[in-house]
């Protein structure tokens, strides 16, 4: 697109922000569970926060599937593709080599780091392997009925959304190996979430569903709390399944957002053609390019904002420095802080910029 839209840069910062606390406090749950207080208002902060990556994959699927948008392979490799596969090693290698200076690990360990990376950094493989079939994925969406576009979101919803969260689940061990010996590869990843993304924005829903849509993400939101603190206290330890990617309850929470956050821009967004009004414009907003100049930084924030944590914890400063209450927003607010003042300093390097962030 060669306009960015604000909604896509507004989702990504909130996105960004809720990556942010799932990784913050996931670090202070470890360990069995304790009817503590402090305990479970962790979880509680924790639970309604991973919606991230779902909206990030949707927000690229809108755009990487737009109709009229010609792909062309080529472009496609050397302008997304190799630069990602660039990102991922250097960024890799950076996390090994700070591994070595502080452990004294031995080279054999930056290797490792290399290959295994930082737990944050599958995301970037993941993409990447998006990024390889849009040429297939838009061929097929643009020339699909909507039916066919539901029955491919309906087969994900039903084989990788609910089967995994039945698997999160305390069930019997007979519905566990019925729930593994389904095997629909095409329709059991995040392909589901980039095709929704296409399919909400260009295609659309009526607006008695989105109505549909924002009740049960409300609901979503709020059973995640229930069901991650309750389950985690029932099994003791911290049940994140239940809240995971692909969950029902983060599913329809992170589908809510990412419909609202649209529509908020655009009365017209989401919606089908039947039922778009000519009257309903985009608005512009005083905050627009401020969003958009953030949501320019959120790659680059997402990849270092695991070594800023890291290193507020070395010099002292950590979530239990404060009352958890509000020493989990505040540490939150200074790691997404300096990881976007160090994300825009690194992604106006001449050259090497785009190829760090």
């Known amino acids: 697109m060669t306009e960015r839209k604000t ?42 926060f991973h919606y991230g990556v779902p909206i990030f994959v949707m927000i690229s699927g809108a755009l990487f599937l737009e109709p009229g948008k010609t792909i062309n392979i080529k472009k496609l490799w050397t302008h997304n593709i190799v630069r990602l596969i660039v990102v991922y090693l250097l960024w890799s290698t950076i996390y090994g080599i700070c591994d070595y200076l502080q452990y004294k690990a031995g080279w054999k360990y930056i290797i490792w780091e290399i290959v295994n990376s930082r737990d944050h950094l599958w995301f970037l493989p993941m993409i990447i392997g998006l990024y390889i079939i849009v040429p297939m994925l838009s061929t097929w969406v643009h020339n699909a009925t909507k039916k ?30 019925i729930i593994r010996l389904r095997n629909i590869q095409l329709v059991c990843s995040y392909v589901g979430y980039f095709v929704l993304g296409y399919y909400l924005i260009h295609v659309g829903v009526s607006k008695r569903m989105v109505k549909i849509i924002y009740g049960c993400g409300i609901v979503c939101g709020i059973l995640s709390i229930a069901a991650l603190t309750g389950l985690s206290y029932m099994i003791g330890r911290g ?5 995971d990617s692909y969950s029902v309850l983060t599913f329809g929470w992170a589908t809510a957002i990412f419909v609202g956050v649209n529509r908020m821009y655009d009365k017209n967004s989401c919606l089908c053609k039947e ?3 000519s009257e309903a414009n985009a608005k512009i907003r005083a905050t627009d390019k401020f969003i958009s100049e953030l949501g320019k930084d ?8 695991v070594a800023v944590i890291e290193l507020l914890m070395t010099v002292g400063y950590n979530p239990d420095t404060l009352p958890v209450a509000i020493g989990i927003p505040l540490y939150v607010l200074a790691v997404y802080v300096i990881s976007t003042v160090v994300a825009l300093l690194l992604r106006r390097i001449p050259y090497i910029g785009r190829y760090m962030c």
């Open 298 to 305: 959120t790659l680059g924030a997402y990849l270092c904002h």
């Open 275 to 277: 039922e778009r009004s």
């Open 239 to 243: 049940a994140f399944e239940i809240v």
């Open 7 to 48: 909604a896509f840069d507004f989702l990504r910062v909130i996105s960004l922000l809720g990556v942010i606390v799932m990784h913050v406090t996931s670090g202070l749950i470890g360990g069995d569970v304790s009817a503590d207080s402090l305990y479970m208002l962790k979880l509680v902060f924790n639970a309604p």
């Open 148 to 177: 066919e576009i539901k029955y491919f979101l309906i087969l994900f919803i039903g084989f990788q959304i609910v089967c995994e969260t039945v698997k999160a689940l305390p069930t019997p061990e007979i519905i566990e190996f």
